[in-house]
């Protein structure tokens, strides 16, 4: 069995660079209820890091739709006060079709 690959340390999101750290002290500002937590003023995403590999994924995921919210006019709408649903529903399903679907990330990610 492969040890899973670690989290990037950096994600690009639009035009921002964002820091990944994965919360193995409680350091970072993951909340005891949190599996994550995303910081746009600080362009920061933190990651409980005692999940397991598949959950990290996810939470990086979800984490990664939220900083890609705020750079949406979706910031600006009602809809705004219901990103965590939008977010906690996409991100499981989407980071599932990435995993069971590399030729489309392969066609999706070509230049
Ligand atoms: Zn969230």
């Given amino acids: 069995m492969t040890t899973p690959p670690a ?11 964002y820091r990944v750290l994965v919360d193995h002290d409680g350091l970072v500002g993951v909340h005891a209820d949190n599996r994550g937590s ?3 003023e600080t362009l920061t995403i ?6 397991a590999a598949t959950l990290q994924r996810e939470t ?4 990664t739709i939220h900083a890609a919210w705020d750079q949406t006019a979706l910031t600006a ?4 006060e219901q990103q965590e ?5 996409f991100a499981p399903v989407l980071v ?3 995993r069971d679907n ?4 392969a066609y999706l990610t070509s230049p």
């Fill in 96 to 98: 599932a079709i990435l």
């Fill in 102 to 105: 590399p030729k489309l990330v």
């Fill in 46 to 51: 933190a990651l409980d890091g005692s999940l």
């Fill in 38 to 40: 995303t910081h746009n």
């Fill in 77 to 80: 709408l009602e809809v705004q």
């Fill in 60 to 63: 990086l995921l979800h984490e």
């Fill in 85 to 89: 649903v939008v977010v906690t529903a």
């Fill in 7 to 17: 989290a990037p340390d950096n994600l690009q999101v639009g035009a921002h660079t």
